[in-house]
């Protein structure tokens, strides 16, 4: 019997959305392999983000956790409605970005995994930085070259920003790469699959705010060095003497941005 949706017509697939960055992934191995990278310790929640026809869905359904999906796009949800009655009541039809989580986890700890839309993968991550406290792990597929920088160490062209905040609170690794041949429609880059397992200890020896205000102002002007790029912090001539203020922003690793946030308190400057 062919399901059916709530208007009661019968349920095709989904056709994908370029304005949603929506890319249909149809190779079985791959959705399975995503769904296993999740280690399932430390939580009995999982949120996924834009299951779209729930490929990858099926599987984290087989698992010994409580699934929910979120999806902004109506025409999955129904299909999603449709075809996966497990999920009864677990559709939150809403945009992950916008949407406050504690509605329904509560301050409870949960994962989150997805293929997720490139043109807001980076937003989501950002956005689960915030719930930090909740996500002990995150792991999904990203444009590759996304990944990468996640995953990325000092030193490196791609290094900024996204790197230094997420492995601050997260030990991040690159699991494998993915072919665009298996997605429906196939997108113009490659994919790669990342996971994010929040460290054991993940506050920060200095003021969270002021971490993230001198991580942001530091790679907005990546070409220059600390002692230009950090000028609007106006900050003592002794200070701005220190060495650390010779090197650019990529040559700092995750420590000696917090080592150079605790000398900017020390300063006088507050988050």
Request: charged content about 30%.
């Amino acid at each position: 019997m062919q399901p059916r949706g709530k208007t009661g017509k019968k349920m095709e697939k989904v056709k994908a959305k370029k304005h949603l960055g929506q890319h249909f992934l149809k190779d079985e191995s791959i959705a399975k392999a995503i769904a296993d990278t999740l280690s399932l310790k430390g939580y009995d929640e999982v949120l996924e983000i834009g299951p779209g026809m729930g490929v990858l869905t099926k599987y984290l359904l087989d698992k010994p956790v409580h699934t929910r999906v979120i999806e902004i796009d109506t025409e999955s949800v129904a299909y999603l409605d449709a075809n996966y009655p497990k999920l009864k009541d677990n559709i939150i039809s809403e945009d992950f970005l916008k949407y406050n989580i504690n509605q329904i986890y509560e301050n409870k700890q949960f994962a989150i995994i997805g293929n997720f839309p490139y043109n807001i993968s980076s937003q989501i991550v950002f956005r689960t930085l915030e719930f930090r406290d909740q996500i002990p792990e995150f792991s999904g597929m990203f444009q590759k070259e996304v990944a990468e920088r996640i995953c990325e160490k000092k030193g490196s062209k791609t290094y900024g920003i996204l790197s230094v905040l997420a492995q601050a609170f997260y030990d991040t690794e690159y699991l494998f790469t993915v072919s665009e041949n298996v997605f429906i429609p196939p997108p113009k880059v490659k994919s790669g699959v990342m996971k994010m397992t929040r460290k054991e200890d993940y506050s920060l020896p200095c003021g969270e705010k002021l971490f993230f205000t001198v991580v942001k102002t530091a790679f907005q002007q990546r070409r220059k060095t600390l002692r230009n790029s950090l000028k609007t912090f106006n900050l003592s001539d002794k200070l701005r003497e220190d060495t650390i203020f010779d090197k650019r922003p990529e040559q700092l690793s995750v420590e000696e941005f917090i080592v150079l946030t605790q000398k900017i308190e020390a300063d006088g400057v507050q988050s």
